[in-house]
C-alpha cells in the first residue's frame, strides 16, 4: 500500500509551507517516524516523520518551494511497489509559482472584473503589513482566490530589491514582529514584579545537580528548576494556566511550561509537556534536547505546540529585570533576571543575598491583580524552599 507525503498543517490558520530540505533522497529506504523532510512555517523549521515504512518515491517538490497544505508532494512504497498512476502530476511547477510569481503577476494591471476575487483573511492581513498590492495580484488558489502564499512571494520579492541598509526579515523575524504586536496591541497586559532571595535555590542546583548529571547525563539549569517549580505552582493556580479564547476563559487540564530559546533569526518556545507530573532530571533532559534542536532548526510540531505558560530568562545574558510579551492564547508569562548579590535586610540588619528580579505579565481578561499576587507569592516561596516543593 502507498501512503502519500503531504505537506503537513503544523499551525492554525496555516495555508503553505516551505519545504527547507528533504532528509531522504528519491529511492531511499525510510522508517515510519524517522525524519523525513524539514518545513519551514511563521513559527520555526520543524522536522516531519515518515508515515510509513518503505521507499521513498515519486517526490515531486524542490528545496525551497512554498506548497499548499495537504498536497501530495512524494510517497512511500513497498519495495517493488509503484506509486499512484496519480503521483505523476509533478508540483514542481505547481509550487515554483509560489515562490516566485511570473512577472505578469507583478507588472501586468488586474482587470477591473478582479477588483471581487476572493482572497483569504491570512493573505489580507499579511497584504496589509508587508505593503503588498492585491490588486496587481493573480490568485493561485481554488477559483483563483489570493492565499497567503501569493503574497508571501511578492514580499519575497519586493524584500529581495530592498535598499541598501535595510534587512528584510526571516519568516521567524516576521512572525515575532506580527504576534508580538498584536498581543501588545490587542492583550490588556499588566505586571507584577517581585524580587526573591534565591541562596536556596542555589544551594538545590548544587546539591542535585552531581547526582541528576551521574544518573542521566545532563546538568540541570536554573531555568530547569524554574520550570520544575514553576509548573506545581501552576497547579494551585488554575487561572493563570488558563487561556483567552473566543471571548471566554478556557482552563486548560495540563499544565504545558514552554522555555523561550533563542535562535539564528528570532526566539521560538519549545515546549516541556505536563511539566508538573515531571522530575527535575527528566525535565533537564528534554530542555536539551529541545535547546539542541531549535539551535539545529529540527524541532518537529509538538515540540512548540499546546503551551499553557511561558517562562523567559535572560539571566544568561547578565540583564537583572525586564518585562515580557504574552503569547496569547496564553494568559500570562514570567520574565527571569539574572542572580547577583545585594545587600538586602535580614532581621533588621543588611546582609548580602544573591536576589533575583522575577516579572509576571498578565492578561487582565484572564487573571486580576489579587490572582496574579497569589500565583507570585508561592513562585516565589518555591524559590525560596525549591525541595519542599519538587516533593509535591
Given at each position: 500500500?502507498?501512503?502519500?507525503?503531504?505537506?503537513?498543517?503544523l499551525?492554525?490558520?496555516?495555508?503553505?509551507?516551505?519545504?527547507?530540505?528533504?532528509?531522504?533522497?528519491?529511492?531511499?529506504?525510510?522508517?515510519?517516524?524517522?525524519?523525513?523532510l524539514?518545513?519551514?512555517?511563521?513559527?520555526?523549521?520543524?522536522?516531519?516523520?515518515?508515515?510509513?515504512?518503505?521507499?521513498?518515491?515519486?517526490?515531486?517538490?524542490?528545496e525551497?518551494?512554498?506548497?499548499?497544505?495537504?498536497?501530495?508532494?512524494?510517497?512511500?512504497?513497498?519495495?517493488?511497489?509503484?506509486?499512484?498512476?496519480?503521483?505523476?502530476?509533478?508540483?514542481?511547477?505547481?509550487?515554483?509559482?509560489?515562490?516566485?510569481?511570473?512577472?505578469?503577476?507583478?507588472?501586468?494591471?488586474?482587470?477591473?472584473?478582479?477588483?471581487?476575487?476572493?482572497?483569504?483573511?491570512?493573505?489580507?492581513?499579511?497584504?496589509?503589513?508587508?505593503?503588498?498590492?492585491?490588486?496587481?495580484?493573480?490568485?493561485?488558489g481554488?477559483?483563483?482566490?489570493?492565499?497567503?502564499?501569493?503574497?508571501?512571494?511578492?514580499?519575497?520579492?519586493?524584500?529581495?530589491?530592498?535598499?541598501?541598509?535595510?534587512?528584510?526579515?526571516?519568516?521567524?523575524?516576521?512572525?515575532?514582529?506580527?504576534?508580538?504586536?498584536?498581543?501588545?496591541?490587542?492583550?490588556?497586559?499588566?505586571?507584577?514584579?517581585?524580587?526573591?532571595?534565591?541562596?536556596?535555590?542555589?544551594?538545590?542546583?548544587?546539591?542535585?545537580?552531581?547526582?541528576?548529571?551521574?544518573?542521566?547525563?545532563?546538568?540541570?539549569?536554573?531555568?530547569?528548576?524554574?520550570?520544575?517549580?514553576?509548573?506545581?505552582?501552576?497547579?494551585?493556580?488554575?487561572?493563570v494556566?488558563?487561556?483567552?479564547?473566543?471571548?471566554?476563559?478556557?482552563?486548560n487540564?495540563?499544565?504545558?511550561?514552554?522555555?523561550?530559546?533563542?535562535?539564528?533569526?528570532?526566539?521560538?518556545?519549545?515546549?516541556?509537556?505536563q511539566?508538573?507530573?515531571?522530575?527535575?532530571?527528566?525535565?533537564?533532559?528534554?530542555r536539551?534536547?529541545?535547546?539542541?534542536?531549535?539551535?539545529?532548526?529540527?524541532?518537529?510540531?509538538?515540540?512548540?505546540?499546546?503551551?499553557?505558560f511561558?517562562?523567559?530568562?535572560?539571566?544568561?545574558?547578565?540583564?537583572?529585570?525586564?518585562?515580557?510579551?504574552?503569547?496569547?492564547?496564553?494568559?500570562?508569562?514570567?520574565?527571569?533576571?539574572?542572580?547577583?548579590?545585594?545587600v538586602?535586610?535580614v532581621?533588621?540588619?543588611?546582609t548580602?543575598?544573591?536576589?533575583?528580579?522575577?516579572?509576571?505579565?498578565?492578561?487582565?481578561?484572564?487573571?486580576?491583580?489579587?490572582?496574579?499576587?497569589?500565583?507570585?507569592?508561592?513562585?516565589?516561596?518555591?524559590?525560596?524552599?525549591?525541595?519542599?516543593?519538587?516533593?509535591?
Amino acid at each position: 500500500m502507498a501512503f502519500s507525503v503531504v505537506m503537513p498543517a503544523l499551525e492554525m490558520a496555516q495555508e503553505t509551507g516551505k519545504l527547507v530540505s528533504w532528509r531522504k533522497k528519491e529511492g531511499q529506504s525510510v522508517s515510519k517516524g524517522e525524519p523525513l523532510l524539514e518545513v519551514e512555517t511563521d513559527k520555526a523549521v520543524l522536522e516531519v516523520e515518515s508515515p510509513a515504512d518503505g521507499i521513498l518515491t515519486g517526490v515531486s517538490a524542490h528545496e525551497g518551494a512554498v506548497i499548499p497544505v495537504g498536497q501530495t508532494i512524494a510517497w512511500i512504497v513497498r519495495p517493488g511497489e509503484a506509486p499512484p498512476p496519480e503521483a505523476v502530476r509533478s508540483v514542481t511547477s505547481v509550487s515554483a509559482s509560489f515562490a516566485r510569481p511570473a512577472p505578469a503577476a507583478l507588472n501586468t494591471p488586474e482587470p477591473p472584473a478582479a477588483a471581487s476575487a476572493r482572497i483569504s483573511p491570512k493573505a489580507r492581513r499579511l497584504a496589509k503589513e508587508r505593503g503588498v498590492d492585491v490588486g496587481r495580484l493573480q490568485g493561485s488558489g481554488p477559483g483563483g482566490e489570493i492565499l497567503a502564499s501569493d503574497v508571501a512571494a511578492v514580499a519575497v520579492s519586493q524584500s529581495s530589491a530592498a535598499p541598501a541598509g535595510v534587512e528584510p526579515l526571516s519568516s521567524i523575524g516576521r512572525l515575532m514582529a506580527e504576534r508580538t504586536t498584536q498581543s501588545w496591541t490587542t492583550v490588556p497586559h499588566f505586571f507584577v514584579v517581585r524580587e526573591v532571595d534565591s541562596s536556596s535555590l542555589l544551594a538545590t542546583r548544587d546539591r542535585l545537580g552531581p547526582t541528576i548529571e551521574k544518573a542521566q547525563g545532563v546538568g540541570i539549569t536554573h531555568t530547569d528548576l524554574l520550570v520544575a517549580l514553576v509548573a506545581r505552582a501552576l497547579i494551585k493556580h488554575p487561572r493563570v494556566n488558563a487561556s483567552w479564547s473566543g471571548g471566554a476563559i478556557r482552563l486548560n487540564p495540563d499544565v504545558n511550561v514552554a522555555i523561550a530559546m533563542a535562535v539564528d533569526d528570532g526566539v521560538v518556545a519549545a515546549v516541556i509537556h505536563q511539566a508538573s507530573t515531571k522530575n527535575l532530571g527528566e525535565i533537564a533532559t528534554e530542555r536539551r534536547d529541545l535547546s539542541e534542536r531549535a539551535r539545529a532548526g529540527r524541532l518537529r510540531p509538538p515540540d512548540i505546540a499546546g503551551a499553557t505558560f511561558t517562562i523567559s530568562n535572560l539571566g544568561m545574558h547578565q540583564v537583572d529585570a525586564f518585562t515580557a510579551i504574552i503569547s496569547p492564547p496564553q494568559a500570562a508569562i514570567l520574565a527571569v533576571g539574572r542572580i547577583t548579590d545585594r545587600v538586602v535586610p535580614v532581621n533588621g540588619q543588611p546582609t548580602i543575598r544573591p536576589m533575583m528580579t522575577v516579572t509576571l505579565s498578565c492578561d487582565h481578561r484572564v487573571i486580576d491583580g489579587v490572582r496574579a499576587a497569589a500565583f507570585l507569592n508561592d513562585v516565589t516561596e518555591a524559590i525560596r524552599q525549591p525541595e519542599v516543593w519538587l516533593r509535591r
